[in-house]
């Protein structure tokens, strides 16, 4: 049973970064119909960020808020400066498959130009260890586990009860009607990338913090994870994302304890295979 | 029961419009008004460009040359977004809801350019033209069937109060009954509440019997106007329809 | 310059140029977009590498592997193709059309790493992680692997195999067959309605692009030693897409510029930076990954076609290819060029239905000169001689062989359905459709909008498919028969939107349509030019006579995608009429179509119908109906409402009610 209620700690932590990570990713891919494979760059550069103010002697939740911001900012970019310019000329799905791996490219090696290809760590207190029903987790992870459900709420009051988020889900929907309607679909796209840019920073960190050591090229496993959860739930629905997160994180992890850790990822990749080929729109997803 | 409806009308008027999708033009000088009060009606065979042409009066479709004028004020070209703000609703022939957001969503949507206070008042006098949507307002839009659709999209638009209503063939895939319904009691009611109503219809007999004028597309062009009664009575009003043409149509790739 | 330097830098130019030929071809040709392709790479170079290697018991047993036969070269060479091309068998599933292309690609990629997670933890399997070491070199028994005069024929006989492959897929790609390929590419539902088997194509790229992958891993393999997961990363696949993207996809003398620029030049060039304790650890090879990337974006942005852009194939007349044009040499080659009944992909066999002894030869293909017209000749697609005069030939000559083929009355029913529904998300497009087409008739189709006409000719074309109900084509039913398949029986269709193979010039799309052409199949394009070139030349001249009736020769070199949108439409009915089809299936022809000239093509098919093809015609415009068809069909509502001549229709007030209640 220990087993099993330390997966299950491990799990919710997991699920915590990956809820986090899939929300930003899946609302990205619902407004402007893009599969931005680069998210997991944007991540680690996050993290990377993170450190670097951790370095300067400032405690590592600065840097979380610092890596916010820049990942923002840098998501827009990347959105307006490259992904809307190919579209806007016709450009074919797959070729933007290539595009944003290329943009992968620029952004984990540029990373890894500048902060080397050692592994890093914060300099940070994981804070006392505190036992709950079973479950032994530090205050550190309470913290991920906290922050992440804290976004999730907002994510849920931003879609359901704000007029943004009403014109966020409508851009996405319908964008020609959603223009019809008088909403500068164009100022909402960049608002979505700018919110879901902060998301991506966040996770990157929380990741980093929940990873211990990690280098530049930490996040291409978990980019699958995110893509598993997204699919899982249906690409563009951020509740699906909330749900595939916590099915594949809860699955990793307690797999983990029973299978090899080698394997943990292996369910994530075949759940998200098995999606691709019978349900493409995931789970909550319409039926096409 | 009626609504007391009263919508600030304001006219219309296309003069030499010519647009298309990028290669030939797909309409070409098309010249067209409609006056505050009355149901205009945009008549003709497939492929003669009335979608194209409401298209193009909403910013969607690129006008490459001819002006549009609402009211005082011109839009040609302008985005649809800024259109919108020019109290001009548009109800599209297909995905003319956002399906996955509910009834009411949808009409906050609609009200999307209104303050806050607004909204709800406006909500409740959409309901009163509508007031099969009432019990439905909790429904995601996508779930409603196709008359109810219609007058989702239609409310929506009303959120707005617009001086201008265009209308793209409101009663395609509809039963003919509910057809009949939603033009002879909704859309006439849009005309007599105030506004400026262009219709596209193929339903030729149903839309002329609500219709003040009537344009008749062919190829692309304007090829008759006139009241109902002075169309009706053209012998050539039917050929027209049935292969009068002399034009091909161009249909957009 | 250090000799050993040099050898490696050109073993690596071969292995990644074989490579990335495999993936050009793949592709840059067949439109095959893989992003799983290194796992062909991998298979290979693992298939090499346990075909060579003794028992894993030897060298100490620190080795964990699957197989160890320790079989001699070339043997582990021929292994690596092998198990390239089976493996990349199962991936035809992933490829088809059924997926969005992004998420199909996001799948493959996916594989990819599974695949590489999947080896690394799996030791018995290939040693996992640390991967197999000690590979042995071919030959090694014989000669000395370390020494100079070793390696420089290695580096022969891999160049060698670099060329070869290069010869191979530019002699499939010239071919018609390639032609295919690249028609697939640009619009595979059109290819497919043209009688194209695209499952078929796509296996065949896939595996070819497989082996070819695998052998190269083989070579690498056993150049190197060495072979581990580190080596086949998704990176590698995103290397060598960079490569074809930059050298030029669809070009494979870009594909090896690429490979030479990309991996190869970047390695070079890092040689040839200074390199300081100053600087961070990894950045140099962290640089090379930006400008990777970096390069990716640019060439995408500012040139997508690459550097060497796939080459404009411009074709002359016939008087090119083989001899000049006289009547007894066309005869001759008429005889010569007879395609036996397996020449095109398989279900070929069923060829011989389409040219039912009344039947005389469609447009453009005049019998021979010399009125005792060997039919057989004629049928092999021979037919030479332009009809740019405009007259027509009546058919000549019964084949005593086929004299009792069918019955021989003209109004014989050719296409009839019955009870057809077509039935999508609770809406019934066409509600139990029940009509006969006569031969030779002209016959149209009309209605208002969301009568469900075009829907109908989809399932009559098989495109789509039907939901109840049978249709039978002259006495066969062929509900459950592909598109491509019905293609080959003669039942072609065309399309309403622009379906021209855009990267394709107007000739190349008229060829094409060409049925039954020797060239036009995997063994006749390996077989070679001399091979399919007499087909070839009996295409050509039949194209020519199509491009001159249409009054479009000197668009014949033209890319398609170019053309004015009447020329595309022009370019379309054309094709069409290269299939050698029985019955056509005819879109909204005339949409987007000059007055003067919808006139003329109107003549054509009337002129076609009087010598026994069939047409049956959707479209918008009446006027046309009236001038050119008969009978005409009303369509309303999904079902047929009545039938007649136009003038007949217009009298009638159901008619007329459908048009105006809409």
Known sequence: MTIFLSSLGFGLVTASVLAIASVGFTLQFGVTDVLNLAYGAIMIAGAFVAYLVNQAGLSVWIGLLVAVVVCSLGSVLLNSGVYTPFQRRGTSAITMVIVSLGMTLIIEFGVQALAGGTAVSYTMSQGATLQAGGLTLTVVQIVVIALSVLVMASVHVLLRYSKLGKAMRATAANKTLARNCGIRTGRVITITWALTGALCGLAGVVFAIDAGSFDATATDLFLVLILAAVFLGGPGQAYGAMLGAVIIGLATEISAAYITADYKYVIAFVALLVMLGVRPTGLLGART | MSAELTLPGVPLRAQGITAGYGGDPVIRGITVHAMPGEVVSLVGPNGSGKSTLLKSLVGIVQISSGTVLVGDREVTNQPPEEIARAAVGYVPQVDDVFAPLSVKENLEMGGYLLHRKQVAERVDRVLAVFPQLAPMLGRAAGKLSGGERKMLAMGRVLMLSPGVFLLDEPTANLAPMVATALLETHVRQLATSGASVLIVEQRARAVLAISARTYVLGGGEVRMEGTPAELSARPDFVDSFLGGGRDRAVTPE | ?662
């Open chain 3, 1 to 662: 310059m250090n000799t050993f330097y040099l050898i490696n830098l050109l073993i690596y130019a071969a292995v990644d140029a074989t490579a990335c030929l495999g993936l050009s071809q793949q592709f840059g040709v067949g439109g095959v977009t893989n992003f799983g392709f290194i796992i062909f790479q991998a298979a290979g170079g693992y298939a090499a590498a346990v075909l060579a290697m003794p028992h894993d018991s030897a060298n100490g047993g620190f080795q964990s592997y699957i197989g160890g036969w320790n079989l001699p070269f070339p043997v582990p060479w021929i292994g690596a193709a092998v198990v390239g091309g089976v493996i990349a068998l199962p991936f035809t599933f992933l490829v088809g059309r059924r997926l969005r292309g992004d998420f199909a690609a996001v799948g493959l990629l996916v594989t990819a790493v599974l695949l590489n997670l999947l080896v690394t933890n799996f030791r018995p399997l290939f040693n996992g992680d640390a991967g197999l070491s000690l590979i042995p070199a071919p030959l090694q028994g014989e000669f000395n692997p370390q020494s100079a005069s070793y390696q420089w024929g290695f580096t022969a006989v891999a160049l060698f195999l670099c060329v070869l492959v290069y010869l191979l897929l530019q002699r499939i790609t010239q071919s018609p067959y390639g032609r295919s390929l690249r028609a697939m590419r640009d619009n595979d539902v059109v290819a497919d309605s043209l009688g194209k088997n695209l499952l078929s194509l796509r296996t065949a790229m896939l595996v070819l692009g497989g082996a070819i992958a695998g052998l190269s891993g083989g070579i690498l393999v056993s150049y190197i030693s060495t072979w581990s997961p580190a080596a086949w990363g998704y990176a590698e696949t995103v290397v060598l897409f960079a490569a074809v993207i930059i050298g030029g996809a669809g070009n494979h003398r870009g594909a090896v510029l690429g490979a030479i620029l990309v991996p190869v030049g970047f390695e070079e060039v890092t040689r040839f930076i200074p390199t300081s304790n100053n600087l961070p650890p990894n950045l140099i090879p962290s640089l090379q990954w930006v400008a990777i990337g970096l390069l990716i974006v640019v060439f995408l942005w500012l040139r997508p076609q690459g550097i060497l852009p796939e080459r404009k194939r411009v074709i002359g007349g016939a008087a090119q290819v083989g001899q000049p044009d006289t009547g007894w040499r066309r005869l001759a080659r008429a005889g010569v060029a007879r395609p036996e009944a397996g020449a095109a992909d398989s279900g070929a066999g069923l060829r011989d239905d389409r040219f039912p002894a009344d039947r005389p030869a469609p447009l453009a293909r005049a019998e021979p000169e010399g009125g005792s017209s060997d039919r057989s000749a004629a049928l092999g697609g021979a037919g030479q001689g332009s009809v740019g005069d405009g007259e027509r030939r009546e058919g000549d000559g019964v084949p005593p062989a086929a004299a009792s083929r069918g019955d021989g009355e003209a109004s014989a029913v050719v296409l009839e359905g019955v009870g057809v529904v077509r039935e999508f998300g609770g809406v019934r497009a066409v509600n139990g459709v029940s009509f006969q087409v006569r031969r030779g008739t002209l016959t149209g189709l009309i209605g208002p909008n969301g009568a469900g006409k075009s829907t109908l000719l989809a399932m009559l074309a098989g495109t789509l498919p039907v939901t109840s109900g049978k249709i039978v084509y002259r006495g066969q039913d062929i509900t459950g028969v592909p598109a491509f398949r019905r293609a080959r029986l003669g039942l072609v269709r065309t399309f309403q939107l622009a379906s021209e193979f855009k990267r394709l010039t107007v000739m190349e799309n008229l060829l094409t349509a060409v049925p039954g052409h020797r060239g036009d199949s995997f063994r006749g394009a390996i077989l070679g030019k001399r091979y399919w070139q007499a087909d070839e030349g009996a295409a050509i001249t039949r194209a020519e006579a199509v491009l001159a009736r249409f009054g479009l020769e000197r668009l014949a070199n033209e890319y398609a995608g170019d053309l004015s949108g009447g020329q595309r439409r022009l370019v379309e009915i054309m094709r069409a009429l290269m299939a050698e089809p029985s019955m056509l299936l005819l879109d909204e022809p005339m949409a987007g179509v000059h007055p003067n000239l919808a006139r003329q093509i109107g003549n054509e098919l009337v002129a076609l119908c009087h010598e026994g093809m069939t047409i049956l015609m959707v479209e918008h415009e009446l006027a046309i109906m009236d001038e050119f068809c008969d009978p005409v069909v009303v369509m309303a509502e999904g079902a047929v409402l009545a039938e007649g001549t136009m003038q007949q229709l217009r009298a009638r007030t159901e008619v007329v009610e459908a048009y105006l209640v809409g």
